[in-house]
């Protein structure tokens, strides 16, 4: 057996020794496009640190119903951070697990249970990291994805600003923040209705901080570039497929939920359109959107 | 070349694709990696059912596009070749149901 395959095993068994359930006392739940998760933690800090993270998307409710994602925190004294300097991904049937340097991580995509564990005074944003890897599971079993990009509303319609880091996801999002409505500035997560897709805000927020539990029909994503002129360049339905996909947040290897992904970004390419938007660091770009989008709505009716 | 014409091929189980304006755009789940056919190869890709040889592919293409037979053997050969090494397609010397 190679020696990584053993580290691997050796995360996974970690697992077989845990309780189903932690011993967490304190319990928080959010609600994300419509995907609720209930978070059980061991420690009162990281409760009220996430809970003010959250603050915009906590779920009010007392009883024990369960939620669609339901994770117990658990935390190991003893840790040994050299097995998986970066985020590695496998899967047994159903079960995902994510090992990481500073956490093990393990979730059931029929049961909506997660497992997480970490040192005792783990940063939050370690949590906050396999809730992300949750929802980016979960999301595809609603017909959805997350993925990285702005979410701005504009007129009551939605419209994506995607791009990896540095792309200029928070430029667009603070330009826009004064005449729009911007629901994130880093993930936006993307889920069917009703023969449209809808784009949701999510708390998982970027430099801006900045995360609202609002929703508004896709109309169109843009693919940022950085330029010396400002206009969008219409793609076809091939090239947006690739960029779609590329800028998807998944973290499994699990060959049904991929190929489901695969499906869901089919049929989405067909619903709104993308674009290439050639952009300045100024609110110059939203004349373009609001040209093309004048344009559509002249010649749709 | 002479062997892979005799082989049957299929395309793998485990694939997931989608024609793209009359271009096939395939996703091997295994390592989430996304390939890209022109449209003459996605139409080969369109013939290939387990129950045809790559001589039998190179045939249906000769009908259709007006090239010799021996550049279309060499061509169609190597592209089936680099789609079994994608583990996009699968040869076989029998049928493959």
């Given at each position: 057996?190679?020696?990584?395959i ?14 189903e359930s ?5 319990t ?9 998760c209930?978070?059980?933690?061991i ?11 959250y603050?915009k998307f906590?779920l009010?409710?007392p009883?024990?119903?369960r939620?669609?994602i339901?994770i ?13 300097p ?14 990481r ?5 393990e ?6 249970n ?7 005074d783990?940063?939050?944003l ?11 599971l979960?999301v595809?079993?609603h017909g ?12 009551g ?7 990896v ?5 928070t430029?667009v ?30 708390p998982?927020?970027g ?5 609202l539990?609002?929703?508004?029909a896709l ?13 969008l ?6 090239k ?9 947040l ?7 939920l ?16 993308s674009?290439?938007?050639h952009?300045?660091?100024?609110n ?10 004048s344009?559509q709505?002249?010649s749709?009716? | 070349?002479?062997?892979i ?9 485990n ?7 009359d ?8 390592d989430?990696?996304l390939?890209?056919?022109?449209e003459?190869?996605?139409s080969?890709?369109?013939?290939i059912?387990?129950k045809?040889?790559v ?13 010799e ?9 190597t ?11 699968q040869?076989?010397d029998a049928p493959?149901?």
């Amino acid at each position: 057996m190679s020696e990584k395959i053993e580290t691997v095993n050796n995360a996974v068994a970690c697992f077989n020794s845990l309780p189903e359930s932690g011993d967490g006392k304190y319990t928080l739940k959010i609600i994300v496009g419509g995907i609720t998760c209930a978070l059980k933690l061991i420690y009162e800090r990281h409760y009220n640190e996430l809970k003010e993270r959250y603050a915009k998307f906590l779920l009010n409710d007392p009883t024990d119903v369960r939620c669609d994602i339901n994770i117990d925190v658990f935390a190991k004294d003893e840790w040994d951070s050299s097995s998986f300097p970066a985020i590695d991904v496998h899967h047994i049937n159903n079960k995902h697990y994510a090992f990481r340097w500073d956490f093990h991580s393990e979730f059931d995509t029929i049961t909506g249970n997660g497992r997480f564990l970490s040192i005792p005074d783990t940063n939050i944003l370690t949590i906050d990291s396999f809730v992300r890897i949750s929802y980016s599971l979960m999301v595809v079993l609603h017909g959805g994805f997350l993925i990285h990009s702005a979410a701005i509303l504009r007129n009551g319609n939605a419209f994506l600003f995607s791009g990896v880091s540095d792309a200029g996801k928070t430029t667009v999002s603070r330009i826009s923040m004064a005449e729009n409505k911007v629901l994130t500035d880093e993930i936006s997560l993307v889920k069917p209705s009703a023969g449209e897709y809808i784009a949701y805000g999510t708390p998982f927020w970027g430099e801006l901080q900045h995360g609202l539990p609002d929703s508004g029909a896709l109309k169109g994503i843009m693919f940022l570039q950085k330029d010396t002129d400002v206009y969008l360049s219409k793609l076809n339905r091939k090239k947006a497929l690739r960029k779609l996909m590329t800028n998807v947040l998944f973290f499994a290897k699990d060959e049904n939920l991929s190929s489901r992904l695969f499906s869901i970004c089919c049929e989405a390419v067909t619903l709104f359109d993308s674009f290439d938007l050639h952009f300045l660091p100024d609110n110059s770009f939203w004349r373009c959107i609001d040209e093309q989008y004048s344009e559509q709505i002249c010649s749709e009716s | 070349m002479s062997s892979i014409l005799n082989k049957f091929v299929a395309r793998a189980d485990n694939i997931a694709y989608r024609t793209v304006a009359d271009e096939a755009v395939i996703m091997t789940p295994a390592d989430s990696m996304l390939h890209e056919l022109n449209e003459v190869a996605t139409s080969i890709f369109a013939n290939i059912n387990g129950k045809r040889t790559v001589r039998e592919l190179c045939k249906l293409a000769f009908n259709e596009y007006e090239v010799e037979m021996a550049r279309l053997e060499a061509d169609i050969s190597t592209l089936i070749g680099e789609l079994e090494k994608k583990n996009i397609l699968q040869l076989s010397d029998a049928p493959i149901n």
